[in-house]
């Protein structure tokens, strides 16, 4: 039936924000409306994203407004591909990379910023914020498939997920506070 859920998620509680789902087969074109979801509920300064979601027009959309201000909002994406395991090289404490100058290419200032220190620390966060949670949707809840039928019963089916999902994590952040 092709539906893909999205979810944009908080780095802090773990909390699902954003639930959404589309018709599209890939995220590529996801990110705008995405956030626009995100922002229903919250105002992220930074917006962390795998490969999957990036594009230039995407991201300047999120950046910059109309005018052509900043909008506060940074976006963060891996464009390179690296490969598993860390070098030596990659241990070694490092300077940051100088920042591009005007005349840079989309990819290279989105490499540089996932490059930096400041920037390799909140990617990161990444891994363990989104991820986890289509694992526990999918793994602990045991859900792997819609059941209804119609982008706005499945759109309901997705959002009671996520509902449960942010159920189950505010069970769990408030058992973590009693025992502290």
């Known amino acids: 039936q092709a539906y893909n859920p999205q979810a944009g998620v908080d780095t802090a509680s773990r909390l699902v924000v954003g639930a959404r789902v589309s018709r599209a087969a890939n995220d590529k074109q996801e990110l705008v409306a995405d956030l626009a979801e995100v922002r229903r509920h919250v105002s992220p300064a930074a917006v962390l994203v795998d490969s999957g979601f ?33 070098t030596v090289a990659q241990l070694e404490v490092r300077a940051d990379p100088p920042e591009p ?14 490059a930096t220190a400041a920037g390799r620390a909140l990617y990161k ?56």
Not at 57 to 85: I, N, Y
Not at 101 to 114: H, I, L, N, Y
């Open 101 to 114: 100058g005007p005349e840079a290419t989309f990819t290279e200032r989105m490499r540089q910023r996932t």
């Open 54 to 86: 990036v594009s230039e027009a995407a991201v300047k959309t999120l950046e910059c407004d109309k005018q052509g201000r900043s909008t506060g909002v940074t976006v963060f994406a891996a464009v390179q591909r690296e490969p598993h395991g860390r």
């Open 125 to 180: 966060l990444r891994q363990q914020t989104v991820e986890p949670v289509f694992g526990i949707i999918k793994e602990a809840m045991g859900f792997r498939r819609f059941s209804l039928r119609g982008l706005a019963k499945v759109s309901l089916e997705w959002d009671l997920v996520c509902l449960a999902y942010n159920l189950r994590r505010l069970h769990r952040l408030g058992a973590d506070l009693k025992a502290a």
